[in-house]
């Protein structure tokens, strides 16, 4: 079981296939919260889930934005961080970041919404990564790329960063997942490997 292959088709899935295989990724803590099993129930739309707790404008945003993020909160605890971002020509403003992505960063939900992305970045990230991501978000092409981000104490951390584009019904696409991996100590291990 690939995890960062297997999120990225939950996201990509219909919503009855996302409902029959989401269960396979969820935690232990997601299988306890009462809150995120109501939430899969009654699924994006419904009067019983008014989104995550964090979001006061839940209901502004549009039906696909909604399906995106309800996918994101049943994932809060996913072994990947996971973020929604809205629309390339608004910036790619972080619309959802899961609890993961938040415990990686050290940010807040409040300090990423509205954020392009590019937050994270700092004096130490990779100039050729940060071009194969613009690139990806010009052309409507998924990557995934490992460069140093910033933590919000200013720390910095190796991220291994998935980028897909999530086409609407009209296969124009409005919102981009990002998938990422603190992968410290793997690149240091490998670093320090004679091996490697």
């Known amino acids: 079981m690939e995890p960062r292959r297997d999120l990225i088709d939950l996201f990509r899935a219909d919503r009855p296939t996302f409902r029959a295989r989401v269960d396979s990724v969820l935690t232990d803590t997601d299988r306890a919260d009462t809150a995120r099993r109501d939430a899969l129930a009654a699924g994006p739309e419904s009067e019983r889930f008014d989104g995550p707790p964090e979001l006061d404008d839940y209901g502004s945003l549009s039906l696909r934005t909604r399906d995106l993020v309800w996918r994101c909160y ?7 961080g996971l973020t929604i971002c809205g629309p390339a020509f608004r910036d790619t403003p972080i619309v959802y970041a899961t609890r993961t992505m938040r415990a990686i960063t050290g940010y807040s939900l409040a300090d990423l919404r509205g954020e392009n992305p590019r937050l994270l970045q700092g004096p130490d990230t990779d100039a050729d990564a940060v071009a194969d991501l613009r690139e990806a978000v010009d052309i409507w092409e998924p990557v995934t790329v490992e460069l140093w981000n910033y933590r919000k104490d200013g720390t910095r951390f190796r991220n291994r960063l998935s980028l897909v584009p999530l086409p609407d019904e009209t296969g124009t696409v409005g919102n ?7 992968v410290d100590a793997v690149t240091e291990t490998r670093e320090q490997s004679p091996d490697g």
Do not use: I, N, R, S
């Not at 049943?74 to 990947?80: R, S, T």
């Not at 981009?176 to 603190?182: N, S």
């Open 74 to 80: 049943l994932l809060d605890h996913a072994p990947l």
């Open 176 to 182: 981009w997942l990002g998938v990422q991996e603190a």
